[in-house]
């Protein structure tokens, strides 16, 4: 079943694929690549190198500029482990934050303290 995360539209944000061993190497490359695609069908990254971060575990990190369009985003991830290509699907909700949270607790300080930490959290 494919994963869906929310996020803040223009910050950077690192996506994560777990795959228990790793994938097959070539010419000293992990074989696991990344593609994001805006629901209105723009290529925002296109079949990019993950990096490794440990035993079966990649990474990517897309760049503010990557999550500049706000909205639904597809990420595919294409991955090949003894010679057997395969794939992995996430889905991101990139929003726009409608106010700060220095403008809301102007408005209403009684809350910061309660809940000030959790202002940004999805």
């Known amino acids: ?17 777990s ?7 070539v010419s000293g490359n992990y074989q696991v ?3 994001m695609f ?7 990254v296109n079949n990019v190198l993950a990096t490794r971060t440990s035993a079966g575990e990649y990474i990517y990190e897309f ?7 706000f909205g639904k985003h597809k990420i595919v991830w294409r991955y ?13 909700n990139v929003y726009s934050q409608y ?13 910061e303290a309660a809940s000030g930490d959790k202002f940004d959290s999805t």
């Open 80 to 92: 090949i482990k003894s010679s057997v290509t395969s794939t992995s699907t996430q889905y991101i």
């Open 33 to 35: 690549f990344i593609s």
């Open 38 to 44: 805006h629901d209105w069908t723009d290529t925002i």
């Open 19 to 25: 795959l228990g061993s790793d994938a097959d190497i």
């Open 99 to 111: 106010i700060t949270s220095g403008e809301f607790f102007d408005i209403y300080p009684e809350l």
């Open 1 to 17: 079943m494919p994963v869906q995360s929310y996020t803040k539209q223009a910050v950077a944000y690192v996506a994560s694929l």
């Open 63 to 69: 760049s503010a500029d990557n999550m500049a369009s």
